[in-house]
């Protein structure tokens, strides 16, 4: 297994992909989200500020 | 009639539902090639046997890439398509490409310069590829920062469309880049036809990560657009219904 980690000595250079790549994935999926609970948020309020008037 | 289709894709509610109603099955579709390949990529593909288990940099960095060049031709294409027939939902599918395209340019250029960084003993090269990748990045921070800076959304969706239309230029000549000019940057291996370079042991593993990267952006691509919608729609009253709960 500790082969496995260490890549043929390459380890520095592929975990770093490999991480990089999986932050920039987690990152989409929340940003993604939080986009769509923002623009819901805000169209809930116009809805609301519209039938109260 | 043959044409509602194109009709209904053009009407924001039903979009909205489509949308809503497919995303769990990409987003979990996605999960699974993503972890498979993975899998395949890691631990089943063997060593090359020139680059050693450097090489399984490929499994990020060339779905990476892949991403980021079919996410700017989505990107060009919806622009396209929003300014001809004045198709609100096709510029909010425009804007929603944009960020996902940016982050996987992003990744493609850093998990290339650390490959390069071994294989050809430097982390950059004003080398056509590169430099074209590079030119893609900035095309998608331009693309974003007009969009910001043009308050009214009917104005940024037409403004950014025009420079998303003009800059596809940018996309072949990326992927030409490694045959008309002397690259540093290996020709394709993968997107040939007929014949890719790899045993199969490796390309499977490839061809799985490509799948779940695409079925990654239309997961993503449907949440976003569904943002993007509601903020077109202000003053649609089917908005109300599909905000509740």
């Known amino acids: 297994m500790s082969g496995f980690f260490e890549m043929g000595g390459y380890a520095a250079y592929v975990w770093p992909s490999y991480g990089l790549t999986l932050v920039v994935i987690v990152l989409n999926i929340l940003g993604a989200r939080r986009l769509l609970a923002k623009s819901r948020e805000a169209a809930r309020q116009r809805c609301a500020m519209r039938s109260e008037r | ?245």
């Open chain 2, 1 to 245: 009639m043959a044409w509602t289709w194109f009709h209904r894709l053009g009407s924001p509610p039903h979009v909205y539902a489509i949308a809503r109603r497919l995303t769990p099955w990409f987003g979990w579709a996605a999960a699974v090639a993503i972890v498979a390949g993975l899998y395949g990529g890691l631990l089943l593909a063997p060593p090359d046997y020139q680059q050693g288990d450097d090489f399984r940099i490929i499994y990020v960095h060339a779905p990476s890439a892949w991403m980021s060049l079919m996410v700017y031709t989505t990107m060009a294409v919806s622009a396209a398509v929003g300014l001809i027939w004045r198709m609100k939902v096709a510029h909010a599918f425009a804007a929603s490409c944009a960020p996902i395209g940016a982050s996987f340019t992003f990744a493609a250029l850093v998990t290339g310069s650390l490959w390069g960084e071994r294989m050809w003993g430097t982390y950059w090269e004003w080398d056509p590829r590169l430099t074209s990748e590079l030119i893609l990045l900035f095309l998608y921070l331009g693309y974003m920062g007009l969009r910001s800076a043009v308050g009214d959304i009917q104005r940024a969706d037409r403004a950014s469309a025009v420079l998303a239309v003009v800059g596809i230029v940018n996309v072949p000549i990326i992927h030409y880049s490694v045959l008309w000019w002397n690259s540093l940057h290996q020709a394709p291996s993968v997107m040939q036809l007929g014949r890719p370079t790899m045993p199969a042991a490796m390309l499977v593993p490839l061809l799985i990560m490509l799948l779940g990267f695409t079925l990654l952006f239309v997961a993503l691509l449907l949440v976003r657009v569904r943002a993007e919608i509601l903020d077109r729609e202000r003053a649609a009253s089917w908005v109300a219904e599909a905000v509740a709960s």
